[in-house]
């Protein structure tokens, strides 16, 4: 059974900063390209990252770039999304997603993120 579960959220101040992890189980981790999502008030459902099956690629959103990091660890099966400079809208759930053929199969169950002063 494929399994995605997300840790490291909480309330931060806007500047501050979080570590996101997600542990995967079930499958064999580095054969898939992985993604984060959020979802937030403003703009609903937005694809965030994207990290390849080695970890040597990744890819971001506009509204991300130079402030989050994705990365990989396959012998721990886990994908990490470092946030950084977290602004008020940056405040959502943050899902942790595996990529199949461009799409999403597997879902985590999301893990919140606040940012508030």
């Known amino acids: 059974e494929v399994q995605l579960v997300e840790s490291g959220g909480g309330l931060v101040q806007p500047g501050g900063s979080l570590r996101l992890s997600c542990g995967a189980s079930?499958?064999?981790?580095?054969?898939?390209?992985m993604y984060w999502v959020r979802q937030t008030p403003g703009k609903g459902l937005e694809w965030v990252s994207i990290?390849?099956?080695?970890?040597?690629?990744?890819y971001y959103s506009d509204s991300v770039k130079g402030r989050f990091t994705i990365s990989r660890d396959n012998a721990k099966n886990t994908v990490l999304l470092q946030l950084n400079s977290l602004q008020t809208e940056d405040t959502g759930i943050y899902y942790c997603?595996?990529?199949?053929?461009?799409?999403?199969?597997?879902w985590g169950k999301g893990i919140l993120v606040t940012v508030s002063s």
């Open positions: 990290v390849n099956r080695n970890g040597d690629s990744t």
């Open positions: 079930g499958f064999t981790f580095s054969d898939y390209w």
């Open positions: 997603a595996r990529d199949y053929r461009n799409g999403i199969d597997y």
